[in-house]
Nanobody
Framework: QVMLVESGGGLVQPGGSLRLSCAAS????????MAWFRQAPGEGRKFVAR????????DYADSVKGRFTISRDSAKNTVYLQMNSLKPEDTAVYYC??????????????WGQGTQVTVSS
């Protein structure tokens, strides 16, 4: 069972950048489809970005396209979310999630504890 630990959140001014990290243990990120979700206060958890286990497919929510980039470093067993041109509406708790390449269900069964991102002047 893979375990996920996010880091890199914090307070940043509008227009600034942050890079979130998701360190995996108990499994190789190359064997999992990895994703980032976020949850703003009073809202449900929403999809942000997804990187397929093969590395050949990447998807983004329309709200972050052109500003956020998902990537992975297999040697470090870590997935990243580079966030540029941040807006106040990007404020949320960001979660890393994983689904094994052999999984038959579309849901992500493995989740990290989340990291807070606050965009404010």
């Amino acid at each position: 069972q893979v375990m996920l630990v996010e880091s890199g959140g914090g307070l940043v001014q509008p227009g600034g950048s942050l890079r979130l990290s998701c360190a995996a243990s108990g499994g190789s990120v190359s064997s999992y489809t990895m994703a980032w979700f976020r949850q703003a206060p009073g809202e449900g958890r929403k999809f942000v970005a997804r990187l397929s286990w093969s590395g050949t497919s990447i998807d983004y929510a329309d709200s972050v396209k052109g500003r956020f980039t998902i990537s992975r470093d297999s040697a470090k067993n870590t997935v990243y979310l580079q966030m540029n041109s941040l807006k106040p509406e990007d404020t949320a708790v960001y979660y890393c999630a994983a689904r094994h390449k052999d999984a038959t269900m579309a849901a992500f069964p493995y989740w990290g504890q989340g990291t807070q991102v606050t965009v404010s002047s």
